[in-house]
Each structure stands twice: as structure tokens, then as C-alpha cells.
């Protein structure tokens, strides 16, 4: 089942002489339950790409279609509240509250919306996280790999149609990278989570199903793997 459609998605910075194009005119099709990665160098239009498909920006021309709701038209506050509920958005910097404790950071999003989580999936992401014995812990009192576990599973908590992650690992080592990795990777499996990966880091790249590269905002390679 199609899930995310981009057709012919264009970006344009600026204006001419100086205008910048960022993607140009690109086609994406991911399917539920995939685990994309997007490769590409520096200046490739991979954050661009990963902001307009989570609705926080917009594009000059094309359509984004995730679960069949057309983002470009959506006004301001719509494409926020959209974004809460339907997208889950891991950054390299965990964009945590420091004067809220782990679970008040993990249901920030839904006490927005005055609501409050099921308890048993709760309990299911933060046991899977490894974050049960860490809830009333302030963000400033956990490593840096556990910040990133806190933001993986405030992105999760809306059971979102999509997970965009944009270089989750670039502010942590080799163990705790992999650990990061190794939790998408299971969310993406035993929560059937479709994920969508921005990275530099080759080897982490070969973690997912399907690798995309893109250069000069088109797609150049887009493969699977074994």
C-alpha cells in the first residue's frame, strides 16, 4: 500500500540571478512498513526533501500526498496540527524541554492537543526504548543517546503514518549511533512503522530496506537491499 507520493516536487530558493533549486521536479513513491534511506552529498536536497514531506515547508510546484492528504494545500495551522499527529520528526538535535521530566517530554505533543496516550502502548514504546525506569528524569540527567531514545519515542506516541528521522545519529559515537539505529529498525518492525532516514553515514544507510540517493535534487540511484 502506497503511503508517500511526491510527483514532479520542486523547491526554488531565491530569485533569479541568485535563485537556487533544491529539488527538481521529483518523483518518491515509499510503501507502508518500508525503511527508506535518503543518501546524498552536502547541498543534495536531502533536508528539503524531508521538510516538505513533513509539511514544514512548502514546495514552488508538485504534490506531496502522505496517507492521501495533499500537504501543499494545507494552511499554517493545519499543516501543524497534521504534522503532530500524522508525522513523527527525529532531528540530530533532540529538541528536548530541559525543565520537563522524560515522560512529560514523551507526551508533550498530545497534552497539546488535551489529550493523553493509551497507557499499554505507552508502556510498550518506553519498554521497547528502554526508558520505563527513566520517566521522571530530567532530560539534562541522561546521556545522549538516551536524549535520542526520549525523542524516538515522543515521535512514536501518535502512532504517526510516517517517521522522518533527519541524521539522528550525527551528535552521538559509534555504540550509541548503532543503538539508535538498531531502535528504529524496531519500531520500524514490531510497531510497523514506515521510517524514512536522512543520513551521510553510508553503513547506516545499508541498515535500511531501500537506499535513495539524490543529487541536484533528483533522484540518481534508488535500490534494495538484500
Known sequence: MELLKCTDLTKIYGSKPNEVTALNALDLSVEKGEFVAIVGASGSGKSTLLHIIGGVDKPTSGQVLLDKTDLATMGETQ????????????YQFYNLIPTLNVEKNITLPMALDKRKPEPEYFDKITGILGLADKLKRLPGALSGGEQQRVAIARSLLYRPALLLADEPTGNLD??????????????NKNLNQTVLLITHDEKIALEASRIITLQDGRIVSDKKNS
Open 174 to 187: 559509534q555504540k550509541n549511533s548503532q543503538e539508535i539505529i538498531d531502535l528504529l529498525k524496531l519500531s
Open 79 to 90: 499543516a501543524a496540527v497534521f504534522r503532530r499527529r500524522q508525522v513523527g520528526l527525529i
